[in-house]
């Protein structure tokens, strides 16, 4: 009872303590908030700019140690930061679960300190022996350095609480996103050190590689496996994440890891960005986005990992690990860039056929959208729990059976044309599975485990369709999308039929859709033909199907060529950069973002008019 009695007059007096504190805090508490905010986008500004120098430039002794300074001042900082809010805090278990990542990071920093400066044995024991750290030091900091980087991104996620204020649409602000990343990405792809010695890597070439990493397109004018070193590669590695995600959601969703609500201005706009129909929806699928995002892309790491060809020349295990996650991320944000020279047609690649069909899945599921991946996997989950199904919504459906469909077209197209060509030296097992990789890599992927150089110009023709019309909504892929074509193919029935509402499943599409599928197809089309016909001034004496294919290949962000982008000029090469751009950013949104406001229609209604058509 003594004991109890002392612990329970102990805890009273610390919170006693605690309000008297926070009663003479009280009136700076403002104040310091605002100059800690402001004080730690600089440091992590600063930060990162440490990080850019010490990385990509080869530093002296000198620089080093004064980089090394800079990197413990903003620690110190951060470390202070956490202190000093949790003093402020009226609610420390509220504080401290707002800022649990951050916190965690913290620690995990400290801990590697601490480590790199005692070096106990038993923790040396535990990172050789147990989990079979070749150098512990080395590993040590590059933890702290990963924990370091997601700290600063993390405190930058709190100045996207600005976007808002900005007064762009989402289309603008989307647009502004991608040449903001494009940007950076080109500056930091022609620092020294990220490409290999005696390397000077050209603007245009690494505007044109940033561009093709941002926009997960694929086409390279240079092979990154033999012109980037590792830290270029995880540049382009980065870019793909960002930009197949889209930067929005990246900036949306830091602001809400570094804030416990956010404002209606910031609702509105990640609804928009997702085209989501209602805030709560946004707000779930863009959690839902990242948590399946993760998953996926682990799961298909694994996979990737146990089911390399025993050939394959990796030094070692942590080579082989992160060549796994580098095609995982490039596979489902269906971005097409390899490490092999090559691609999968590389030796060590284009006879691993199970290698092939988890890169296949993995193209597969970044292309047919997350409200998909949501609306299946979450049905399965009802199912599992012996729930009411849920019945698939219609958007899934269109997606789905959509996706289906072109598959199958372009298999059997492929095998058919195809089948005494580059096809006549394998067996009918092998054949069927090539068919059916060729064809699933035109949902934008560019993973392509056969020379298209080689192949009919009909085979050409059916994939610079398949291209053309892309992936699905909301996905990281590309092209007009599935549901676009969907659309206009039932509409254009229903027109034979003699029908004015197009009417499916028992619901009616509204008439705006239908008019906005028309517009994508309309200046798409346009866009492609202009692209082509400016290559065919850029590119004198190049074959026509081959650069039909290369424009199509760079607007709908496949990535497929029948070799090519090497060749081509550097007028060649912008035309290409911003058909990327252009096909990203989708060729409705560009509209949108030029245009300054929708003006409402009027009220009164017109005679209705008479064409002939």
Not at 73 to 95: C, D, E, Q
Not at 155 to 160: M, Q
Not at 503 to 514: A, C, F, W
Not at 594 to 604: A, N, T, W, Y
Request: hydrophobic fraction near 50%; glycine fraction near 8%.
């Amino acid at each position: 009872m003594d004991l109890n009695f002392l612990k329970n007059k102990f805890i009273k007096q610390l919170r006693a303590t605690r309000e008297h504190i926070n009663i003479f805090l009280y009136d700076s508490k403002t104040i310091v908030s605002k100059v800690l905010s402001i004080t730690s986008t600089i440091a992590a500004l600063s930060g990162i700019g440490m990080l850019i120098f010490d990385h990509g430039f080869e530093n002296t002794e000198a620089n080093n140690t004064f980089i090394h300074i800079i990197f413990r001042i903003i620690l110190g900082f951060y470390y202070f930061k956490f202190i000093v809010g949790y003093i402020y805090s009226f609610t420390p278990r509220k504080y401290f679960k707002e800022n649990r990542v951050a916190g965690i990071l913290l620690l995990i920093i400290l801990c590697m300190l601490i480590y790199d400066a005692t070096s106990p044995q038993w923790a040396t024991s535990i990172l050789t022996y147990i989990l079979g750290v070749e150098n512990p030091h080395i590993f040590s900091v590059i933890v702290e350095q990963v924990s370091f980087l997601l700290l600063l991104i993390i405190e930058l996620g709190r100045a996207s609480s600005l976007l808002p204020s900005m007064n762009m649409s989402a289309p603008k602000l989307f647009v502004m996103s991608f040449i903001v990343l494009i940007t950076i990405g080109s500056g930091l792809l022609m620092l020294p050190r990220m490409s290999v010695d005696g390397v000077e890597l050209s603007f245009i070439d690494a505007l044109f590689t940033a561009t093709s990493a941002s926009c997960v397109t694929g086409l390279s004018t240079v092979d990154i496996a033999e012109i980037f070193t590792i830290r270029g590669q995880i540049i382009i590695m980065l870019l793909i994440q960002l930009g197949g995600l889209n930067i929005i959601t990246f900036a949306s969703f830091f602001l809400i890891l570094s804030k416990k609500s956010i404002g209606i201005r910031s609702h509105a706009l990640i609804k928009d960005s997702l085209e989501s129909s209602n805030f709560t929806d946004s707000m779930t699928l863009l959690k839902e986005i990242f948590i399946s995002t993760f998953i996926i892309e682990i799961i298909g790491a694994i996979l990737i990992f146990f089911n390399w060809s025993h050939d394959t020349p990796f030094v070692d295990f942590y080579q082989k690990a992160y060549y796994s996650v580098f095609h995982a991320i490039s596979a489902f944000n269906n971005a097409g860039f390899s490490l092999f020279p090559g691609g999968l047609t590389n030796a060590f690649c284009s006879d691993a056929y199970v290698l092939q069909f988890v890169i296949c899945i993995l193209v597969l599921l970044g292309s047919i959208g997350f409200p998909v991946i949501r609306d299946v996997f979450g049905d399965m989950m009802f199912r599992h729990k012996r729930k009411i199904n849920r019945k698939w919504s219609l958007n899934t459906k269109i997606c789905i059976y959509t996706t289906l469909i072109l598959i199958g077209v372009g298999m059997m197209f492929f095998t058919m044309f195809e089948w005494n060509n580059t096809l006549k030296d394998m067996g009918v097992g092998e054949r069927f599975i090539m068919s059916f990789l060729q064809s699933a890599t035109t949902r934008t992927s560019g993973f392509n485990s056969m020379d298209f150089g080689d192949m009919h110009i009909p085979t050409l023709i059916i994939f610079i369709i398949l291209m053309f019309i892309g992936a699905s909504p909301v996905s990281t892929g590309g092209g007009i999308k599935t549901t676009t074509l969907s659309v206009l193919v039932l509409q254009a029935i229903n027109t034979v039929k003699g029908k004015n509402r197009l009417n499916l499943s028992h619901q009616e599409i509204p008439q705006s859709v239908i008019f906005r599928s028309m517009t994508i197809l309309m200046f798409s089309l346009c866009f492609v033909v202009g692209g082509t016909i400016i290559l065919t001034f850029t590119q004198p004496g190049e074959d026509m199907m081959k650069l039909v294919f290369e424009q199509v290949s760079a607007f709908a962000t496949t990535g497929l060529s029948t070799g090519i982008t090497p060749e081509l000029t550097t007028a060649s090469k912008v035309v290409l950069i911003i058909s990327m751009f252009c096909g990203r950013i989708g060729m409705l949104t560009f509209g949108y973002a030029l245009i300054r406001s929708i003006r409402q229609e009027p009220g009164m209604l017109y005679p209705k008019a008479s064409i002939l058509v």
